[in-house]
């Protein structure tokens, strides 16, 4: 079986769940015999092709169909969002050859190339609703438009030619991370196949980590209470309320010590966050790390600096991040929002509290900060669950009857 993924962009320097799942599931492939490359634009790389892990990436030029788009407004939309164009991508899938299934990885204009080109090819697409579709704040989707505001979209017709409205309606199957992203889309998709498949970990790699040697290179007391959040600089993520955690931790006992991990995809979210960090006086207690690349040991080793891990996000359609900290043997604390509450079992393997509550998260932390035994009983629950069901291997042998059912079915319609 030959697959292609197709994310919006695939590169080190902006890592995150999305991408994870992409290489991880893509090199599970390969070690079950399959063919599979990632084709995407060359958003934020100027590498035309590589290979990650052992793994091809191929990139491909791009624009943004919008006339009045500022620089400012574009480099926003490859960070986050962005509904652009390829030709080069369109006609590269339409060459490859001995081509099975398209997998999908993103909607809007570039989905409509991949369901294009499947279409043209008589082979079917499978396409996973990594950011969600159905389940979104309506700020954060509103977010996403915002740098074309005052721009004239002159790409509608690019988007109708390809059928980017019918990409969901036409998919082979739609593969969804949590339950309700997955019950609305079989309402508002009947008789197509919509599955749940979760996102997966590598227990075995996040299971050791040097905790000393991270706090000593980044000046972080060793006796400190260290919370991790781990995650891109951006509203969705919501690390704005962590900072406003530790604060109300320092009115107590204090101790706390806030680390705060993710690329920056949002710079004036980034600027809020650092005059919060400035104005409550938290600057000894916040280590702020704009990203980590994914294959650095230091991303394990932040995990294992950490006492507690703290999920703040007001959108998530799955959380990888808790899976990760559950394989590092962290406590978690985390939003009850997107998908988080379909895997993560409140007052079992993690705590939960509604998003945005701050004298909930605060009880739970403080209560979590005195009770070692009660961190060490979530801890031990959650790397038992993420071991025994989140491997890769587990996933991806999914994965793969999600593909073979998908082309048995489209084999039957031809």
């Known amino acids: 079986m030959h697959v292609i993924q197709v994310p919006r962009r695939f590169v080190?320097?902006?890592?995150?769940?999305?991408?994870?799942?992409?290489?991880?599931?893509?090199?599970?492939?390969?070690?079950?015999?399959?063919?599979?490359?990632?084709?995407?634009?060359?958003?934020?790389?100027?590498?035309?092709?590589?290979?990650?892990?052992g793994v091809s990436?191929?990139?491909?030029?791009?624009?943004?169909?919008?006339?009045?788009?500022?620089?400012?407004?574009?480099?926003?939309?490859?960070?986050?969002?962005?509904?652009?164009?390829?030709?080069?991508?369109?006609?590269?899938?339409?060459?490859?050859?001995?081509?099975?299934?398209?997998?999908?990885?993103?909607?809007?204009?570039?989905?409509?190339?991949?369901?294009?080109?499947?279409g043209k090819r008589r082979i079917p697409y499978v396409i996973s609703l990594h950011g969600g579709v159905y389940d979104v704040p309506s700020g954060e989707a509103q977010s996403w438009t915002a740098p074309t505001r005052g721009a004239f979209e002159w790409g509608k017709a690019l988007g109708w030619w390809v059928?980017?409205?019918?990409?969901?309606?036409?998919?082979?199957?739609?593969?969804?991370?949590?339950?309700?992203?997955?019950?609305?889309?079989?309402?508002?998709?009947p008789g197509r196949t919509v599955v749940q498949l979760p996102n997966g970990?590598?227990?075995?790699?996040?299971?050791?980590?040097?905790?000393?040697?991270?706090?000593?290179?980044?000046?972080?007391?060793?006796?400190?209470?260290?919370?991790?959040?781990?995650g891109r600089i951006d509203p969705q993520k919501n690390q704005r309320l962590a900072v406003r955690l530790l604060a109300e931790l320092w009115r107590g006992s204090g101790g706390a010590h806030l680390v705060l991990i993710g690329p920056v995809t949002n710079p004036s979210y980034e600027t809020q966050l650092a005059a919060d960090i400035r104005d409550m006086g938290l600057g000894g207690g916040?280590?702020?790390?704009?990203?980590?690349?994914?294959?650095?040991?230091?991303?394990?080793?932040?995990?294992?600096?950490?006492?507690?891990?703290?999920?703040?996000?007001?959108?998530?359609?799955?959380?990888?991040?808790?899976?990760?900290?559950?394989s590092s043997g962290l406590?978690?604390?985390?939003?009850?929002?997107?998908?988080?509450?379909?895997?993560?079992?409140?007052?079992?393997?993690g705590l939960l509290f509604p998003p945005g509550d701050l004298p909930r998260v605060t009880g739970l932390v403080r209560d979590l900060m005195a009770n070692r035994d009660a961190r060490c009983r979530l801890a031990q629950a959650g790397r038992k669950k993420a071991g025994e069901e989140f491997g890769w291997d587990t996933i991806t042998?999914?994965?793969?009857?999600?593909?073979?059912?998908?082309?048995?079915e489209h084999s039957l319609r031809q």
């Open 331 to 349: 406590p978690v604390v985390a939003s009850k929002v997107g998908g988080v509450p379909t895997f993560v079992e409140d007052g079992q393997d």
């Open 397 to 408: 042998k999914r994965l793969v009857n999600i593909y073979e059912e998908a082309i048995h």
């Open 163 to 189: 059928g980017a409205r019918r990409v969901l309606d036409e998919a082979a199957a739609i593969i969804c991370l949590g339950t309700r992203e997955l019950e609305e889309a079989r309402r508002r998709h």
């Open 12 to 53: 080190r320097s902006h890592w995150g769940g999305t991408e994870t799942v992409i290489l991880e599931t893509s090199k599970g492939l390969l070690a079950l015999g399959h063919e599979t490359e990632i084709f995407c634009p060359s958003a934020l790389s100027d590498q035309p092709s590589e290979e990650i892990d």
């Open 201 to 230: 970990v590598d227990a075995p790699r996040f299971a050791g980590g040097d905790g000393r040697a991270f706090r000593e290179r980044h000046a972080i007391p060793p006796a400190a209470f260290v919370i991790l959040v781990m």
């Open 57 to 118: 990436v191929r990139r491909f030029d791009y624009f943004y169909p919008y006339l009045g788009l500022s620089d400012a407004a574009r480099e926003q939309m490859d960070l986050k969002g962005g509904n652009l164009f390829s030709f080069p991508l369109l006609t590269e899938l339409g060459r490859v050859p001995k081509l099975d299934l398209i997998h999908l990885h993103t909607g809007k204009r570039l989905g409509g190339i991949g369901r294009y080109a499947a």
């Open 286 to 326: 916040v280590t702020l790390i704009p990203g980590i690349q994914s294959q650095d040991p230091d991303l394990v080793n932040a995990y294992h600096a950490a006492d507690l891990f703290l999920l703040p996000s007001v959108h998530e359609p799955f959380g990888i991040v808790i899976l990760e900290a559950w």
